[in-house]
Nanobody
């Protein structure tokens, strides 16, 4: 499975962005998926995860109430709607496919990782 994240860019604080992640190759529709982010020199941070059917979602504390994770199983596409962005959201964002039907906060529980997309938020 190859993953390609897209939708990043440079925005102002308070703006919105929507990230997309479209796996190629073998479908990931029966697996949980997630978004993580990383700033150079820091550990990768959990952003949000979603179960195989979209029925269960979990968010990191720093994005709760501002970000929404969703998936379109028919299109095998994962989304991250990011509203009310703040400079602290600046990072490279990565999508990942879980080893199980449900995601988790632990990066080690993910089998496939995509190339990141950069989000830059200026004040």
């Amino acid at each position: 499975v190859q993953l390609q994240a897209s939708g990043g860019g440079s925005v102002q604080a308070g703006d919105s962005l929507r990230l997309s992640c479209a796996p190629s190759g073998r479908a990931s529709s029966n697996n949980g998926m997630a978004w993580f982010r990383q700033v150079p020199g820091k550990e990768r941070e959990f952003v949000a995860s979603i179960s195989w059917n979209g029925g269960s979602t979990v968010y990191g504390d720093s994005v709760k109430g501002r970000f929404t994770i969703s998936r379109d199983r028919a299109k095998s596409t994962l989304y991250l709607q990011m509203n009310n962005l703040v400079p602290e959201d600046t990072a490279e964002y990565y999508c990942a496919v879980a080893r199980s039907a449900y995601g988790s906060r632990l990066s080690g529980d993910y089998r496939y990782w995509g190339k990141g997309t950069l989000v830059t938020v200026s004040s």
